[in-house]
């Protein structure tokens, strides 16, 4: 079956980093979009990154553009989401799905707090 798990997420202070992994299964992964998404408490889930398959790039939201790095090792099935010069407003349970427009399987969530 489709599995997603991302790891790495945790409290980190303003201005640090943190690198989040989804390990994918259950599917030819290199076929696929990957997409990250996040969702902060009381506010809609909003797609952060999509990176896309066979080298075709990666998108951003505007709002982590040029801090966020998306990246994928088709060889090990794993999509990443490199997370720097971290704010407050950042903090949220971030997810990976199969899929970027419609995903049709996501990760359980791997919460991310930025604090001091």
């Known amino acids: 079956q489709v599995q997603l798990v991302e790891s790495g997420g945790g409290l980190v202070q303003p201005g640090g980093s943190l690198r989040l992994s989804c390990v994918a299964s259950g599917f030819t992964f290199r076929n696929y979009n990957i997409g990250w998404f996040r969702q902060a408490p009381g506010k809609e889930r909003e797609r952060v990154s999509c990176?896309?398959?066979?080298?075709?790039?990666?998108d951003y939201a505007d709002s982590v553009k040029g801090r966020f790095t998306g990246s994928r090792d088709n060889a090990k099935n794993t999509a990443y989401l490199q997370m720097n010069s971290l704010t407050p407003e950042d903090t949220a349970v971030y997810y990976c799905?199969?899929?970027?427009?419609?995903?049709?399987?996501w990760g359980q969530g791997t919460q991310v707090t930025v604090a001091s």
């Open positions: 799905a199969k899929g970027c427009n419609t995903p049709d399987y």
């Open positions: 990176i896309f398959t066979y080298g075709a790039g990666t």
